[in-house]
């Protein structure tokens, strides 16, 4: 045990909003994680606008320019007046009053300069502002070919190279204080001749609000709905993927994410269990000091719980057991030392001034606590930069060591025991690295990875001859990613299945398990050696094809690209028939628009004959939905509106939809009448489509198909193994008994491969328990309605990317099974 004598309280309290006095009453905060009913799993409908996804998916990321100096000043469009902001309310800086303030201090300060890198879901432009002494366009580019020497794993003069730090302010929108810290930070760095030194051997980069959208409309999530601190080896949102290139641009030697709200403050590094591909020794000997160097920081402020309400800082890895741990890397500090970060670390800043406390406290109350915040925040910005300053040069070292390490290939090391005060067996995590991976190439899938595995920095080559490994042989232009590379620990955490890490820990922090091999549907093999003649790979290659000749034309929904493609079709009016098997046929009339979809999307058409089957019309889609549900249909190209109880109630017309989804947001028992007669008549003969407990809890209650959901403990969550031999993921599993007549078992659980799962305390609703049951069932209701019922997570957080066909074709099956009105 290593906690503290403080942790007994910190873990078992609510947090209070206190009160409106001065001297609030303090209750600390429980130092853990929201689980399976947390922000981005919970029950509540996404009634998101079509055009956010739009915005998103038309926004770029501009390209670093290493070639300039510093200061870079960028005249930043002024956005209109919003006097909606939410954060006007806490006395703090709207979001459209940044520009103009960076603009100031870049007229004011030749240390600062300001660019847009990006635009979030909803638009808004995102800040990147560096902090460093006067460069020349020569001392940049010269800065630019040391990074690269360290990336290459080679030893460079450490004095001559600004130590890069990185600020991540306000990824969640209503963890508001970060950005003003920043702010402050800067201003401060820009005119305080004291900071001179610091400027002439650091730049320090600043992302002043990762999340306007949130910040300007009060909630953690930006416009499409996402949690962006769940998202990172995902890139699904655009603010991600310019975070992303931040960090790829930067490479920083340590970077700081700045959150809210745990009282005391929260500051990482973190319980067990710790990222097996980080090179951790390296790690937690930087972490873990600057850690402390932030908490002294902190508590030096002198607030107190019983004048304040303020309660001293805590440290996961010190004072806590487990719950708040760094195995995933979907998190900013999780993320970051792929890219070389050696230390990295949330902040999580004690006052809660969200959600309740918002709308409940006085103005003056929230504008007291929300400075309070400030300060802390900048507090741990100057400790860092103060820790990167004492240590320069040995973190220039650490940092070139973790990608030397992944050059030459060396085995994941064990960290010593005691390294740090308190590293025990507990915290010792590691994996085993192939000496390569292949990617078989040709499929929309395979050109997916590999492209996002460049995005990410990882190299990868093809095969310029075919090569045998392992006693089988791989063709020519076949992809391989030569774990002989510096960010090995990225390209690993993204290819290998992963470990079932159930027996060595009960509390995890969020997912467990993940594998861009298994889910994204390309064909991915490790291998032990590696003999291979090879050239670099900027792009993946094209995989779009159209036979040719005459004739129809058939398009099996494998990936998503296809389904992308199929309603492309279907919206240009091409006649499609949709055949039993799960093909789509469409006459040799639409080779012309095949042939331009194949281009686009890389999809493969192939011959087909005569097929019966059904005419295919676009599927109209009703969805009481999650975000990442609703993102991923209108992803797909499916017409989409969202619904909820509410919006039930208040009356709608069902005329118009071929397919009622439904995870999140519908309570049949909580509709009125009206809305419940509407519902049944649309119930006799419409196509419905469900997931997780809201879909289970839907079918039960209208009586849809004869089955009986059983749930599975309820933050188990990774990847499974179906008895098809496929994969599949989970979180908050559910599966089906009792089938009825008519009902289909269409995937049954088979074993469990990588992730967290364990029974509940009474023994059920394990891994166990699951195995040789129906994941998912499909079948037809006693009134006509077509059904089918996923008890697994086909479009979580919009990740596992091989299972979006999954949804497509239960949607293409229902609407064209059903009676509903077409």
Known sequence: ???????????????????????????????????????????????????????????????????????????LPIPPENPADASIKLGLIPHHAIAARLNDLQARSDRVSAEIIGRSAGGRDLYLVTVTAPETAAQAREQERLRQRIESGHQIPANRYKAPIYVNANIHGNEWEGTDAALRVIEELATDPAAGDLLKTTRLYFNVTANPDGRVGNKRA????????????????????????????????????????????????????????????????????????????????????????????????????????????????QYAPFHGAVAAHTIEFPMQVNNAAYNTLPVEELRRRAQINVNIASAAIHATYSFVKANHDRLIGDQTEVFRRGAAGEPSRVVPLGSVPGFGPEDQWNTTFPRAYTIAAGSPAAARLVDHLIANDVKVGRAV?????????????????????????????????????????NAMYDISGWSHALLWGATVQPLSDYRVVAEPVRVAAPTGFVPPGHGALALQLTDENDVIALNALLGRGVQVTWTANG????????????????????????????????????????????????????????????????????????????????????????????????????????????????????????????VTAVAGRSDANGVVRLTSGDYSFVYSPRWFTGLGAGVRAEQTYDSFVSGHWRPNEDGTGGQDAAKGQAAVVSGRSARGAAAVLFGTEPMFRNHPKALFPQVAQALYWTAGTSGASR
């Open 1 to 75: 045990m290593r906690k503290s004598i403080l942790l007994p309280l910190l873990s078992v309290l609510l947090l209070s909003p206190g009160t409106a006095t001065a001297a609030p009453t303090p209750t600390p905060s429980p130092a853990v994680r929201d689980f399976g009913n947390g922000p981005d799993r919970n029950d509540e409908a996404a009634l998101i606008p079509e055009q956010f996804a739009a915005k998103a998916a038309e926004t770029a990321i501009p390209a670093f320019d290493h070639n300039r100096g510093y200061p870079r000043h960028t005249a």
């Open 222 to 333: 930006n416009d499409n709905g996402f949690d962006l601190n769940r998202d990172f080896v995902t890139a699904s949102q655009p603010e991600d993927r310019a975070m992303r290139q931040i960090m790829i641009d930067t490479q920083p030697v340590t970077m700081i994410d700045l959150h809210g709200y745990v009282n005391g403050t929260l500051v990482e590094p973190t319980t067990p269990p710790h990222g097996a591909n980080y090179e951790y020794d390296l790690f937690i000997r930087n972490a873990y000091p600057n850690g402390l160097g932030i908490e002294a920081a902190i508590n030096g402020l002198g607030y107190t719980p019983d004048k304040d309400g303020v309660f001293p800082v805590q440290i996961p890895f010190r004072d806590l057991d487990e719950g708040w741990d760094d195995w995933p890397p979907i998190f900013t500090p």
């Open 465 to 505: 001859l075919p090569f045998r490994s392992g006693g089988r042989t791989y063709p020519a232009g076949t992809y391989v990613v030569d774990m002989h590379q510096p960010k090995r620990g990225l390209a690993n955490v993204m290819l290998e299945p992963g470990q079932d890490i159930s027996p060595r820990v």
């Open 583 to 706: 093909r789509a046929v469409l006459p040799d009339s639409a080779r012309p628009a095949a042939r331009e979809l194949a281009d686009r999307y890389g999809v493969r058409f192939s011959r087909s004959g005569t097929a019966a089957g059904a005419a295919l019309a676009p599927v109209r889609v009703t969805a009481a939905a999650s975000a990442d549900d609703l993102f991923t249909l209108r992803e797909m190209g499916f017409s989409v509106t969202p619904v909820s109880t509410a919006v039930l109630n208040a009356g709608y017309d069902w005329s118009a939809t071929d397919v009622l989804f439904v995870s999140s947001g519908l309570n049949y028992g909580a509709l009125n009448p009206a809305a419940k007669a509407a519902l049944e008549a649309y119930l006799t003969g419409g196509g419905v489509v469900t997931r997780g407990a809201t879909g289970a809890a839907f079918n039960a209650a209208t009586a849809l198909l004869p």
